[in-house]
């Protein structure tokens, strides 16, 4: 599966953004989609995820309340409005897919899942 990012940008802080992730190449429906930011020099962080097919969805304890997830299958995309931002949410933010059913067929919670496929990353900065 191949993953595209795009939304990222410069915003004030207060600001709001919306990322989007558009998925091509397999079932959308097969995988949860999370979104992760990475910042020079330290660990990548889980942000959020999202399994469309049965409502799982995740958030760090970092931006709940401000960011909600979406996703609209029949555009083969996910959403990740971004809303009250502070400078430290400026990152790289990428998108990631993974299969949400396991090899046992066990369906994962979107927290669960192995993500394998990921986008090329879009950056947002937030700065006055």
């Known amino acids: 599966v191949q993953l595209v990012e795009s939304g990222g940008g410069l915003v004030r802080p207060g600001g709001s953004l919306r990322l989007s992730c558009t998925a091509s190449?397999?079932?959308?429906?097969?995988?949860?989609i999370g979104w992760f930011r990475r910042v020079p020099g330290k660990a990548r962080e889980a942000v959020s995820c999202?399994?469309?097919?049965?409502?799982?969805?995740n958030y760090a304890d970092s931006v709940k309340d401000r960011f909600t997830i979406t996703s609209h299958s029949a555009k083969n995309t996910v959403y990740l409005q971004m809303n009250s931002l502070k400078p430290e949410d400026t990152a790289v933010y990428y998108c990631?897919?993974?299969?949400?059913?396991?090899?046992?067929?066990?369906?994962?919670?979107?927290?669960?899942?192995?993500?394998?496929?990921w986008g090329q990353g879009t950056p947002v900065t937030v700065s006055s």
């Open positions: 999202i399994s469309s097919a049965d409502g799982s969805i």
């Open positions: 990631a897919a993974g299969a949400r059913i396991n090899e046992y067929d066990i369906v994962l919670p979107c927290a669960r899942v192995p993500f394998r496929f």
């Open positions: 190449g397999d079932d959308f429906d097969a995988y949860a």
